[in-house]
């Protein structure tokens, strides 16, 4: 199956900083990616899906300008926490779907904890 | 009411036990069906798909139940390794075509 990548795995910031993670689809060009969010003991929550070369369309109540997409190319989709807070804190997973759109190929995630 | 229900758990057995799994949605018009494994602070994976026939992998069994909205999954002869939780997943068209996680039923399984 598809091998999906993200940088950093961990990541410690201090309140206000930015944060960017990278997910990479190592053998697929992927159009689309998503990123997701997991608080601990609550379930994955679609943020918004990435296009390559368009905007990202975004879910409700995910604001648009503190989560910056980036999708610059088929095997790249970059995630900007901007001006970072302790709420933001969790773990970020990205992912595309595979030929069959019924396959989704993860990534490991990211954890990010806000000072 | 959230879209994708499950028992939280955990469900503590020992090895060698069987074990289901129940879970429902909301959204009557869903398309496809999962159940997905995630072990602590990782990724998840997809463990099966679920068909309304219902589908068998090995110890694993699937069953979808489109007229109550209800899916299953059966463990027979539970392996430590199996310890983890297990998250079903509908296919639905919410706005846009997504998929909807439900949080999770914690297994863990003793000697």
């Known amino acids: 199956g598809a091998v999906v990548s993200q940088h950093p795995s961990w990541v410690i910031c201090k309140s206000g900083t930015s944060v960017k993670i990278e997910c990479r689809s190592l053998?697929?060009?992927?159009?689309?990616m998503f990123w997701y969010r997991q608080f601990p003991k609550q379930s994955l929550m679609l943020m918004a899906t990435?296009?390559?070369?368009?905007?990202?369309?975004?879910e409700q109540g995910v604001e648009k300008d503190k989560f910056l997409i980036n999708h610059a190319s088929l095997t790249l989709s970059t995630l900007t926490v901007t001006s970072a807070h302790p709420e933001d804190s969790s773990f970020y997973i990205c992912?595309?779907?595979?030929?069959?759109?019924?396959?989704?190929?993860f990534g490991p995630g990211t954890r990010l904890t806000v000072l | 009411r959230k879209e994708v229900e499950q028992d939280p758990g955990p469900f503590n057995v020992p090895e060698g036990a069987t074990v289901a799994f129940n879970c429902t949605y909301s959204?009557?018009?869903?398309?496809?069906f999962f159940w997905y494994r995630q072990d602590c602070r990782k990724e998840p994976k997809l463990l099966m798909s679920?068909?309304?026939s219902g589908n068998e992998d090995g110890r694993f069994t699937a069953q979808l139940n489109r007229a109550s909205q209800y899916i299953s999954l059966l463990i027979r002869d539970s392996k430590l390794s199996d310890s983890a939780t297990y998250l079903c997943?509908?296919?639905?068209?919410?706005?846009?075509?997504?998929?909807?996680f439900g949080t999770g039923t914690r297994l863990q399984v003793f000697p």
């Open positions: 992912s595309h779907e595979g030929q069959n759109t019924d396959t989704q190929y």
């Open positions: 053998d697929f060009q992927a159009t689309t």
């Open positions: 990435s296009n390559e070369g368009s905007k990202a369309t975004y």
């Open positions: 959204n009557s018009a869903s398309q496809s």
């Open positions: 679920v068909y309304s």
């Open positions: 997943v509908v296919r639905s068209w919410v706005g846009t075509d997504k998929l909807i």
